[in-house]
Protein backbone atom coordinates (compact mmCIF):
# COMPACT_ATOMS: atom_id res chain seq x y z
CA UNK A 1 0.00 0.00 0.00
CA UNK A 2 1.49 3.85 -1.23
CA UNK A 3 2.45 5.81 1.68
CA UNK A 4 -0.18 8.50 2.62
CA UNK A 5 1.18 12.06 2.76
CA UNK A 6 0.98 11.95 6.66
CA UNK A 7 2.69 8.74 6.86
CA UNK A 8 5.56 10.34 4.61
CA UNK A 9 6.34 12.73 6.93
CA UNK A 10 5.98 10.60 9.84
CA UNK A 11 8.46 8.13 8.53
CA UNK A 12 10.87 10.71 6.77
CA UNK A 13 10.94 13.91 8.01
CA UNK A 14 10.18 14.07 11.94
CA UNK A 15 13.48 13.13 13.03
CA UNK A 16 15.38 14.34 9.50
CA UNK A 17 17.67 16.67 11.18
CA UNK A 18 18.87 17.77 14.31
CA UNK A 19 16.90 18.20 17.74
CA UNK A 20 17.30 21.28 19.38
CA UNK A 21 16.07 22.84 22.54
CA UNK A 22 14.60 26.10 21.11
CA UNK A 23 11.94 24.37 18.87
CA UNK A 24 9.17 23.89 21.38
CA UNK A 25 6.96 22.78 18.15
CA UNK A 26 8.63 21.32 14.83
CA UNK A 27 7.29 19.12 12.22
CA UNK A 28 3.57 18.04 12.16
CA UNK A 29 1.45 20.89 13.32
CA UNK A 30 0.05 23.68 11.41
CA UNK A 31 3.19 25.88 11.86
CA UNK A 32 6.11 25.44 13.87
CA UNK A 33 7.87 27.46 17.04
CA UNK A 34 10.95 28.51 17.56
CA UNK A 35 12.86 30.51 20.19
CA UNK A 36 15.48 32.96 18.76
CA UNK A 37 18.30 33.89 21.15
CA UNK A 38 17.91 37.23 22.77
CA UNK A 39 20.11 40.24 20.99
CA UNK A 40 20.57 37.86 17.94
CA UNK A 41 18.93 38.75 14.68
CA UNK A 42 16.68 36.24 12.35
CA UNK A 43 18.57 35.87 8.89
CA UNK A 44 16.44 33.06 6.43
CA UNK A 45 17.80 32.12 3.29
CA UNK A 46 15.47 30.15 0.52
CA UNK A 47 16.89 28.23 -2.48
CA UNK A 48 14.57 25.74 -5.09
CA UNK A 49 16.03 22.87 -6.83
CA UNK A 50 14.66 21.33 -10.16
CA UNK A 51 15.33 18.17 -11.64
CA UNK A 52 17.14 18.73 -15.03
CA UNK A 53 18.20 22.05 -14.12
CA UNK A 54 19.89 22.12 -10.76
CA UNK A 55 20.25 18.57 -11.01
CA UNK A 56 20.64 15.56 -13.26
CA UNK A 57 17.78 13.59 -12.91
CA UNK A 58 20.12 10.41 -12.50
CA UNK A 59 21.56 12.32 -9.48
CA UNK A 60 21.94 10.35 -6.53
CA UNK A 61 18.69 11.23 -4.23
CA UNK A 62 21.52 11.09 -0.94
CA UNK A 63 23.38 13.96 -3.12
CA UNK A 64 20.11 15.65 -3.75
CA UNK A 65 19.06 16.41 -0.23
CA UNK A 66 22.27 17.26 0.82
CA UNK A 67 22.79 19.90 -2.19
CA UNK A 68 19.44 20.83 -1.06
CA UNK A 69 20.44 21.94 2.68
CA UNK A 70 24.08 23.10 1.49
CA UNK A 71 22.74 25.52 -0.76
CA UNK A 72 21.02 27.51 1.85
CA UNK A 73 23.81 26.95 4.00
CA UNK A 74 26.41 28.38 2.17
CA UNK A 75 24.04 31.67 2.08
CA UNK A 76 23.97 31.51 5.55
CA UNK A 77 27.35 31.58 5.90
CA UNK A 78 28.13 34.52 3.96
CA UNK A 79 26.40 36.47 5.93
CA UNK A 80 28.38 34.94 8.89
CA UNK A 81 25.60 33.67 10.64
CA UNK A 82 24.56 30.39 12.37
CA UNK A 83 22.03 28.28 10.92
CA UNK A 84 19.37 26.42 13.28
CA UNK A 85 16.34 25.80 11.44
CA UNK A 86 14.77 24.36 8.01
CA UNK A 87 11.61 24.18 6.05
CA UNK A 88 11.39 22.05 3.33
CA UNK A 89 9.19 22.36 0.38
CA UNK A 90 9.28 18.91 -1.79
CA UNK A 91 7.27 18.15 -4.53
CA UNK A 92 7.32 14.57 -5.80
CA UNK A 93 6.13 12.52 -9.15
CA UNK A 94 5.09 9.35 -6.80
CA UNK A 95 6.41 8.20 -3.39
CA UNK A 96 9.36 6.01 -3.65
CA UNK A 97 10.31 4.82 -0.65
CA UNK A 98 13.58 3.96 -1.42
CA UNK A 99 15.05 7.45 -3.06
CA UNK A 100 12.99 9.21 -0.03
CA UNK A 101 15.42 7.02 2.07
CA UNK A 102 18.53 8.21 0.65
CA UNK A 103 17.76 11.97 0.05
CA UNK A 104 16.38 12.14 3.73
CA UNK A 105 19.52 10.37 4.73
CA UNK A 106 21.76 12.95 2.70
CA UNK A 107 20.00 15.82 4.18
CA UNK A 108 19.48 15.04 7.49
CA UNK A 109 23.27 14.11 7.70
CA UNK A 110 24.21 17.29 6.96
CA UNK A 111 21.45 19.53 9.07
CA UNK A 112 23.19 17.16 12.19
CA UNK A 113 26.46 17.88 11.03
CA UNK A 114 25.65 21.71 11.15
CA UNK A 115 23.01 21.36 14.16
CA UNK A 116 20.27 22.14 11.91
CA UNK A 117 16.59 20.91 13.29
CA UNK A 118 13.95 20.46 10.14
CA UNK A 119 10.96 22.16 11.48
CA UNK A 120 8.26 21.89 9.20
CA UNK A 121 7.37 22.60 5.59
CA UNK A 122 5.13 20.79 2.86
CA UNK A 123 4.68 17.65 0.19
CA UNK A 124 2.75 17.62 -2.72
CA UNK A 125 2.56 15.58 -6.15
CA UNK A 126 4.08 16.80 -9.24
CA UNK A 127 7.66 17.11 -11.04
CA UNK A 128 10.26 16.22 -8.86
CA UNK A 129 11.08 20.06 -6.97
CA UNK A 130 13.04 20.72 -3.62
CA UNK A 131 12.81 24.01 -1.55
CA UNK A 132 14.48 24.41 1.27
CA UNK A 133 14.50 27.29 3.51
CA UNK A 134 17.45 27.93 6.32
CA UNK A 135 16.93 29.98 9.52
CA UNK A 136 19.38 31.26 11.67
CA UNK A 137 20.87 34.01 13.31
CA UNK A 138 23.96 36.74 13.52
CA UNK A 139 24.32 39.46 16.36
CA UNK A 140 23.54 43.03 15.27
CA UNK A 141 24.26 44.81 13.55
CA UNK A 142 24.81 42.61 10.60
CA UNK A 143 28.46 41.59 10.21
CA UNK A 144 28.87 41.13 6.58
CA UNK A 145 26.95 42.01 3.49
CA UNK A 146 27.99 42.32 -0.14
CA UNK A 147 27.96 46.04 -0.17
CA UNK A 148 30.14 46.63 3.20
CA UNK A 149 33.63 46.67 0.71
CA UNK A 150 35.72 49.79 -0.43
CA UNK A 151 38.64 50.63 -2.75
CA UNK A 152 41.49 49.01 -1.89
CA UNK A 153 40.33 46.18 0.27
CA UNK A 154 41.75 42.57 -1.10
CA UNK A 155 39.85 39.50 -2.09
CA UNK A 156 40.07 36.21 -1.42
CA UNK A 157 38.27 33.25 -1.94
CA UNK A 158 37.72 29.84 -0.14
CA UNK A 159 37.94 26.14 -1.84
CA UNK A 160 38.52 25.42 -5.08
CA UNK A 161 36.60 26.92 -7.23
CA UNK A 162 35.62 24.84 -10.79
CA UNK A 163 35.64 21.27 -9.54
CA UNK A 164 32.04 21.22 -9.40
CA UNK A 165 31.80 22.93 -12.95
CA UNK A 166 34.14 19.74 -14.06
CA UNK A 167 32.14 17.36 -12.03
CA UNK A 168 29.05 18.43 -13.67
CA UNK A 169 30.44 17.80 -17.04
CA UNK A 170 31.83 14.36 -15.46
CA UNK A 171 28.14 13.34 -14.70
CA UNK A 172 26.75 14.47 -18.19
CA UNK A 173 29.55 12.40 -20.11
CA UNK A 174 31.04 15.79 -21.49
CA UNK A 175 34.50 15.00 -19.60
CA UNK A 176 36.58 11.32 -19.50
CA UNK A 177 39.80 10.28 -19.66
CA UNK A 178 40.03 10.77 -15.96
CA UNK A 179 42.44 9.37 -13.60
CA UNK A 180 39.77 7.21 -10.56
CA UNK A 181 41.12 9.71 -7.84
CA UNK A 182 40.33 13.01 -10.12
CA UNK A 183 37.30 12.04 -11.13
CA UNK A 184 35.99 10.88 -7.56
CA UNK A 185 36.79 14.64 -6.03
CA UNK A 186 35.66 16.43 -9.18
CA UNK A 187 32.42 14.11 -8.63
CA UNK A 188 32.49 14.75 -5.05
CA UNK A 189 32.82 18.65 -5.11
CA UNK A 190 30.01 18.23 -7.19
CA UNK A 191 27.38 16.10 -6.02
CA UNK A 192 28.36 17.15 -2.00
CA UNK A 193 29.72 20.72 -1.50
CA UNK A 194 30.77 22.01 1.66
CA UNK A 195 29.53 24.81 3.05
CA UNK A 196 31.47 27.18 4.69
CA UNK A 197 29.69 27.71 8.29
CA UNK A 198 32.54 27.85 10.23
CA UNK A 199 34.90 30.24 8.67
CA UNK A 200 32.11 32.37 7.69
CA UNK A 201 31.14 32.62 11.49
CA UNK A 202 34.95 33.97 12.37
CA UNK A 203 34.97 36.18 9.79
CA UNK A 204 32.80 38.17 11.23
CA UNK A 205 35.53 40.05 12.75
CA UNK A 206 37.53 40.79 9.52
CA UNK A 207 35.22 40.71 6.43
CA UNK A 208 33.78 44.46 5.36
CA UNK A 209 31.79 42.14 2.72
CA UNK A 210 31.17 38.70 1.40
CA UNK A 211 28.72 36.68 -0.76
CA UNK A 212 28.60 32.94 -1.70
CA UNK A 213 30.00 31.63 -4.87
CA UNK A 214 27.40 29.63 -6.77
CA UNK A 215 27.29 31.37 -9.96
CA UNK A 216 30.62 31.71 -10.71
CA UNK A 217 33.23 33.71 -9.38
CA UNK A 218 34.17 35.99 -11.37
CA UNK A 219 30.10 37.27 -11.82
CA UNK A 220 29.55 36.53 -7.89
CA UNK A 221 32.53 38.85 -7.20
CA UNK A 222 31.49 41.30 -9.80
CA UNK A 223 28.13 41.03 -7.78
CA UNK A 224 30.02 41.73 -4.43
CA UNK A 225 32.13 44.68 -6.16
CA UNK A 226 28.86 46.37 -7.59
CA UNK A 227 26.98 46.34 -4.20
CA UNK A 228 29.36 48.15 -2.72
CA UNK A 229 30.03 50.63 -5.20
CA UNK A 230 33.42 49.08 -6.59
CA UNK A 231 34.42 47.22 -9.30
CA UNK A 232 37.08 44.54 -8.85
CA UNK A 233 41.19 43.41 -10.39
CA UNK A 234 41.38 39.42 -10.17
CA UNK A 235 45.07 37.95 -10.80
CA UNK A 236 44.25 34.99 -13.01
CA UNK A 237 47.40 33.35 -11.82
CA UNK A 238 45.90 33.26 -7.92
CA UNK A 239 43.17 31.95 -8.94
CA UNK A 240 43.22 28.55 -6.35
CA UNK A 241 42.66 25.42 -8.73
CA UNK A 242 42.93 21.97 -7.65
CA UNK A 243 45.66 19.43 -8.89
CA UNK A 244 42.64 17.01 -9.64
CA UNK A 245 41.35 19.70 -11.86
CA UNK A 246 44.30 20.63 -13.35
CA UNK A 247 45.18 17.32 -14.27
CA UNK A 248 41.96 16.96 -15.98
CA UNK A 249 41.54 20.37 -18.14
CA UNK A 250 45.08 22.01 -17.96
CA UNK A 251 46.12 24.81 -15.76
CA UNK A 252 44.62 27.14 -17.86
CA UNK A 253 41.23 25.90 -18.50
CA UNK A 254 40.96 24.96 -14.69
CA UNK A 255 41.74 28.37 -13.56
CA UNK A 256 39.22 29.72 -16.55
CA UNK A 257 36.48 27.10 -15.42
CA UNK A 258 37.52 28.34 -11.58
CA UNK A 259 36.51 31.98 -12.40
CA UNK A 260 33.39 31.26 -14.83
CA UNK A 261 32.29 27.52 -13.50
CA UNK A 262 28.93 27.21 -11.59
CA UNK A 263 27.63 24.99 -8.14
CA UNK A 264 31.14 25.79 -6.15
CA UNK A 265 29.32 26.93 -3.04
CA UNK A 266 32.06 28.71 -1.79
CA UNK A 267 32.84 32.39 -0.13
CA UNK A 268 34.19 35.05 -1.46
CA UNK A 269 35.05 38.17 0.72
CA UNK A 270 37.13 41.39 0.72
CA UNK A 271 39.46 42.75 4.32
CA UNK A 272 40.18 46.18 4.97
CA UNK A 273 44.48 46.43 3.73
CA UNK A 274 44.84 47.08 7.77
CA UNK A 275 42.78 43.43 8.80
CA UNK A 276 45.24 41.39 6.11
CA UNK A 277 47.77 40.49 8.18
CA UNK A 278 45.58 39.92 11.65
CA UNK A 279 43.43 37.48 9.42
CA UNK A 280 46.14 35.28 7.82
CA UNK A 281 48.05 35.11 11.06
CA UNK A 282 45.03 34.21 13.15
CA UNK A 283 43.01 32.04 10.28
CA UNK A 284 45.72 30.67 8.44
CA UNK A 285 44.93 30.51 5.20
CA UNK A 286 46.27 26.75 4.90
CA UNK A 287 44.19 26.05 8.02
CA UNK A 288 41.04 27.19 6.64
CA UNK A 289 41.54 26.57 2.79
CA UNK A 290 41.36 30.23 1.33
CA UNK A 291 43.49 31.83 -0.53
CA UNK A 292 44.07 35.87 -1.99
CA UNK A 293 43.12 36.41 -5.56
CA UNK A 294 42.47 40.29 -5.94
CA UNK A 295 41.41 43.84 -4.81
CA UNK A 296 38.48 45.91 -5.26
CA UNK A 297 39.03 49.46 -6.94
CA UNK A 298 37.47 52.61 -7.34
CA UNK A 299 36.62 52.03 -11.42
CA UNK A 300 33.36 49.87 -11.80
CA UNK A 301 33.33 46.56 -13.27
CA UNK A 302 35.54 43.37 -13.74
CA UNK A 303 38.78 43.21 -15.12
CA UNK A 304 40.86 39.72 -15.01
CA UNK A 305 44.73 40.55 -15.34
CA UNK A 306 47.13 37.50 -16.53
CA UNK A 307 51.09 38.85 -16.16
CA UNK A 308 49.99 42.61 -16.09
CA UNK A 309 47.49 42.07 -19.58
CA UNK A 310 44.00 42.37 -19.15
CA UNK A 311 42.51 39.09 -20.42
CA UNK A 312 39.37 39.07 -22.29
CA UNK A 313 36.87 37.11 -20.00
CA UNK A 314 32.97 37.68 -19.70
CA UNK A 315 30.69 35.99 -17.45
CA UNK A 316 28.13 37.72 -15.30
CA UNK A 317 27.11 34.95 -13.75
CA UNK A 318 24.67 32.47 -14.28
CA UNK A 319 20.97 33.74 -14.69
CA UNK A 320 18.11 31.43 -15.07
CA UNK A 321 16.13 33.72 -17.40
CA UNK A 322 18.87 34.80 -19.40
CA UNK A 323 18.89 34.26 -23.28
Known amino acids: MALTERALIERYFRECGARRSDVPLGVGDDASLIDVPPGMQLVAALDTLVSGVHFLPHSPASSVGHRALAVNLSDIAAMGAQPAWALLGLTLPGVDETWLEAFTSGLG ?8 ALVGGDTTSGPLCITVQVLGYAPKPPAMLRSG ?31 EDAAAWLRGRFLYPTPRIELGIKLREYASACIDVSDGLLGDAGKLAEASRCGVVIDFEHVPVSSHLVSAVGDARARELALTGGDDYELCFAVRPEKVDRLTREL ?40
Do not use: C
Open 109 to 116: ALARKHNV
Open 149 to 179: GLPGDVLFVTGTPGDAAAGLALEKGELSGLT
Open 284 to 323: PPGQWNYRRIGVLRSEPGSVVLRGGTVMDVSHSGFDHFAR
